[in-house]
């Protein structure tokens, strides 16, 4: 990929992570008001419709994620590329894991919600801290925290580097308040920055992108 071809395809994607994180959070906002219909709260399990706007733009936030990375990678300096090829493995194993859990929530879980028929699906519900997806989703989100810590390492020498290292950098220290949630809840008071962090790294990654040559 040519440095303007990954200019391009970088600020196009980094837009995409930028309105779909909005898009979740406000949703999760929502939800932990109980305007979603949920009881409320960051321990409620979510309704058909809290499932659906929640997971929807998670569900598009993946493939968004991974694009951009390999944008990145491809703009990357050589002597720096390890640290995006690494933070592009890390953003593809977050991809996979998280958009099977939201494929099955989507199209497997929540019809059955709707419809009152979950006595044989228990396995699969959507509960926090309660559940096996909900475990398998917050290992997905520590590692797209991962892949924000390496690849900060390796951007392109453009004026928006250094503010994109430390937008990256912040995302990337969320990684154990997003890992050992399981075990203490209450980090969730503490991960729930990623809400900031995240949609702050986009806005500057996208800005790094249109400052190289073709952006």
Known sequence: MGASAAARTGSAAALCCLVLSLAYVAAQLAEWTGALGSAGGPNAASTALGIALLLTPSLLLG????????ALHAAAPEARRVFTLAGLAFAAMYATLTGLVYVVQ???VAPRIAAGATAD???LLFVPYRSFLFAVDLYGYALMSA??????FGLPDVPARHAANRAMVANGLLLPFL???MFVPQLIWIASAWGVTFPLAMILLRRLFRQMPGG
């Open 63 to 70: 493939p968004a994620f991974v694009v951009t990375m390999a």
């Open 106 to 108: 989507l199209t497997f």
């Open 121 to 123: 699906i228990g396995l």
């Open 147 to 152: 892949a924000t810590l390496i690849a900060a």
């Open 179 to 181: 890992a050992f949630q």
